[in-house]
Structures are given as C-alpha cells and as structure tokens.
C-alpha cells in the first residue's frame, strides 16, 4: 500500500496548519470508529462474552424530572383509558340473586363483568359410516368440512397465532400444547405451520394487487433474511391499509419490478415501457427496434427472453428493456396509476411517480463525525434548519395553498445551498440539494407522509421474527412466513382480530365472518 508522502510542515502557513491538523483529527475519529466496529464484530465472531450494560448512577440525576418514565406513564394511562371504552362482548350471562329482608324494594341488577378463557385438550372421534352398494362399492360418510387432518382447526388456529403474532417458537409450542395435554411434534406442528395453505398464499397475493390498484401512496423498504444457509432480502410494501412481504434472493429493481406486478408474469411494451426508456438514455436505435417488432404484449417469462434474443441486445441494455416491459405491464393493468413511491433512497426503489423519506434525508447529517466544537455547531444548527422545515410542511399538508408552496420551495434553496467550508457537511447538505424534487413533492402531494415509518415499523416485526427463530430451511416455510405475516399487519390496520379472520378462514363453527381482505381494502379506499 503507498503512503502519501509528508508535506514539509516548516513551509506551511498557520492556516494551512491548522486545515491539515483538522484533516487529520477528522481521520483519526473516522479510524476510531472503523476500529471499534471491527472489534465488536471480531468478538461476535469469537462469540466472546458482551460488554455488561451497566445502568447509569441515580445521584447525580436524583432531582432532575425521568422525561422517559413521563411518557411511558402517559402512554400506560392512555392505554387504561382506551382499553376501559372497550366493553367486550358477553358470551354467558348468569344472574345470581340474594334473599333480602322483608319489605325489601328491587333496584335491578348490579353488572360485573369477568373475562376467562378456556384451553382444554378435545379428542373427537368420528364414526364415519360405512355402506357397500349393490355393485359392489364402498362409501363412507364424509368428514365434516372444517376437518382436514389428525389435528382439528382450533389447534391450527391456536399454532398461527402463536407462532405468527406471539413470536412463540416450535420448540415452545410443542411444550405448550403437550403441556395442555395434545400429543404432538415438533415435525407435525412444523406441518400446521406450512403446509396445504393455498387459500392463505391466494389471499396475500390479492392483497398486494387490491392495495396498488387503490393506494394513493405506498412506502417501501428492505431487510436482511436467512434461508436455507443463504442470504435473502425481504421487501415491503404497504400504507395504512395493507401491508405485504416478499423473501427474494435479490433485491435489485427488476426484482422489485416483478413484485409490484402482483404475481402476473406478462411483460408489455406500450407507450409507458417507452417513455420509461428514453428517460433512463436508452439509445434510439433500441427504441425503433421495439417499435418496428410485431408483438407488444408476452404472456410469461419465456416469451419474452425468446422476444430478447432476437435482438440481440447486451446486458446492460437487455436488463433495462425488460425493466421497461415490467413497468408497462404494471400500467396495463391499472396499478400504480397515480400511486407515489415513498422510500429511504434505495436506487432499486426509484421508480414511478417517487419520494424521499425525510426522516432519512436528515440522517446523512447526523452521521456526520465533528472533531471541532465549529464543526458541531454547524451540524446542529443545519439539523435544526432541517427539522423546522419539516414541521413546516407538516403544517402544509393540514392546509396546503399556493403562496405557503412557493414559500417553501425558496426556502428549501435557502437551506440546502448554505456552504460552510466543512467538506463532509456541504457534500450531505449537496447530496440532499440534488433529491430535492422527490422531497418536495408532497407539496405538490399533500397527502402523502414525510417518512416511511410505517414501513419501518410493519419491518420490525419481520426483524423480530428472524432474532427469534432464525432461518428458513424450506420453500413452504420462507412463503409460510411472508403470507402470515402480511395477512397478520393487514388484519392490524384494518382493525380485525387476528384471532378472528383464522377463526374465519378455517371454518371454525361458530366463529365470526371475516370478509375477503382484498375486498376491505377496496371499500377502505372508496369510503
């Protein structure tokens, strides 16, 4: 490796000495960190003990108000007053009466409402009737519908919702349920888990093309995933009607392309695949080309790679023309239309009409490393420019109007074209100068967020899940677990049990009707 060679500090101004002095501090912080990273992930790798977490002394602190111990208290309080204006229905009614005195007046009944809960082992066994008819065949009576194997609905039903919404894993479920009294395997609950849940599979799907087709908007993200020994990404999508998860080996755009299709495998060119190339620079010729071939619709996969090979286009252009036919098809059939994209700045996600988390855009200031009490001062005071603007478009969307808008757009210049003379601050606040039309189109979209929370916290579940119980080993469980896990935030935004639409969707006597969920999320838009 080449050392760059010492400059000869005799002939060096004090200017100049104080510029290379800063350099270097700014250096040595950023070795420091990559230093303390490497070490935390060396010791991860050695599996040595963690540093104990030690809980900061309280005499310093003793007479200073705990703001975090206020808000968790007003939350708690919260919690009380939301939970005590939910009565919950009554299943039993029981009238208990007391023998008064004589000459007693009746006042009515004083109410007292307790919640219980029953779990108890049931072993049902079915005598199937047999007959043999005159030309010599055997039937037999048929199950009921709810009963599809050896293990009837409410164990399936209780498995998905403990394994899916309490984080509980197989392990702990097998000792919960043998615990209760049913017999059964670590391999059989494994089977409850994932297998023969085409109906679930069909629904989660319906849900990704039913949320496009109607979302004003959709906020996007990404996450590391495990399966089968290998890494994985899982994407998702979703608002505050539907959330969606894909486990893919990838996550480049074609990727991304292909899942906003909503599992339909056909590719278009039309004038929207079109217009999509000549803005990504496509040259003319490759456009004339498409234009001059016959067919402009492929049903699948192996249509269209057959309708590339004719060209003989490369790689590069190869991979963007198939972008452009996965666009094309979107548009075909009705999704996404006037739907905006809402992400953290993710290259693959730059598609359609697109907008920039703002939550995201400020991060690049505060990962900023300051060596110099100047150097923090100008980082804070960019960071509170940032966050005043934010909570002036906030106060935009609430009311929107043309002079607010035009006001704003010159202070957003104001803000980001600030120079400093500290190099890394000006290259963030020129970085977020050049997304300024994807984080100011919510002033031309005021009804779409500033962030991608949601996302982020619809993720954390999935991050949850994959602390928990590692891996995927096979295909059913990778899809098992994106299918359940949609159906589960989807369920949670549209203010139904979880409990419930199992109870629905596996034919459990008695159990409430849940509608289709694509069906909700179409009414939801409309209302």
């Keep these: 490796m080449s050392v760059a060679p010492l400059p000869d500090l005799d002939a060096l101004s004090l200017a100049e000495l104080k510029k290379l002095v800063v350099e270097l501090l700014v250096r040595v912080s950023t070795l420091e960190e990559e230093n303390q990273q490497l070490r935390a992930e060396n010791a991860q790798l050695k599996d040595l003990p963690k540093k104990p977490k030690l809980a900061p002394g309280g005499m ?43 000459g007693s007046r009746r006042r009515g009944f004083e109410p007292f409402t307790v919640q219980d809960l029953i779990l108890a082992p ?45 984080q509980v894993t197989v392990e702990r479920l097998r000792a919960q349920l043998r615990g209760l009294g049913v017999r059964i395997s670590k391999g059989q609950i494994i089977t409850l888990l994932t297998a023969n849940k085409d109906a679930f599979h069909a629904e989660k799907d319906a849900i990704l093309e039913a949320g496009l087709a109607t979302a004003a908007w959709v906020t996007v993200d990404d996450t590391g995933a495990r399966h089968a020994g290998a890494n994985e990404y899982t994407t998702h999508i ?28 056909d590719y278009v060119i039309n004038a929207t695949a079109l217009a999509y190339l000549v803005e990504h620079g496509v040259p003319e010729s490759i456009v004339a080309a498409l234009l001059a071939a016959g067919p402009r619709s492929f049903a699948d996969d192996a249509a269209w790679q057959a309708q590339l090979d004719s ?62 009490n100047e150097q923090q001062r100008q980082v804070a005071l960019q960071r509170q420019l940032v966050w005043w603007f934010y909570a002036d478009l906030k106060l935009y969307k609430d009311d929107p109007n043309a002079i607010r808008r035009t006001a704003l757009r010159r202070r957003f210049d104001r803000i980001f074209t600030r120079v400093t003379g500290f190099a890394e601050l000006d290259e963030a606040v020129a970085r977020t100068l050049a997304n300024k039309d994807e984080l100011l189109l919510v002033l031309d979209r005021p009804d779409i967020p500033l962030h991608t929370n949601g996302s982020e916290n619809d993720v954390r579940s999935f991050v949850t899940k994959r602390r928990i119980s590692g891996e995927t080993r096979s295909a059913a469980g990778k899809q098992a677990r994106d299918t359940f896990l949609s159906l589960l935030k989807t369920c949670s935004k549209l203010a139904i049990s979880f409990w419930d639409y199992l109870g629905a969707r596996l034919n459990i006597p008695d159990a409430d009707r849940v509608p289709w969920l694509p069906d909700l999320i179409r009414q939801n838009a409309s209302a």
């Design 122 to 166: 049931q072993v049902i066994r079915f005598r199937r009737e047999r007959w043999v008819t005159p030309d010599g065949q055997e039937i037999i009576a048929p199950l009921p519908p709810e009963v599809r194997g050896h293990f009837g609905p409410g164990i399936v039903r209780f498995v998905l919702m403990q394994h899916v919404q309490g």
């Design 238 to 265: 979703g608002n505050d009607r539907f959330a969606w998860f894909a486990t893919r080996p990838s996550k480049s755009r074609l990727n991304f392309l292909d899942l906003l299709r909503a599992g339909h495998p």
């Design 60 to 102: 310093d602190k003793a007479t200073e108000p705990d703001r975090r111990a206020r808000t968790k208290e007003a939350r708690r309080q919260r919690r009380n007053r939301q939970s005590g204006r939910r009565t919950p229905p009554v299943t039993t009614e029981r009238t208990l009466v007391i023998e008064a005195p004589a």
């Design 311 to 372: 060209f003989g286009f490369g790689a590069g252009h190869r991979r963007r023309v198939t972008e452009a036919a996965m666009v094309g098809a979107i548009v075909a059939r009705g999704l996404l239309t006037d739907t905006v994209i809402i992400s953290d700045d993710a290259g693959q996600f730059d598609v359609f009409q697109h907008a920039l988390c703002w939550i995201h855009a400020e991060r690049h200031l505060r990962r900023i490393v300051c060596v110099t």
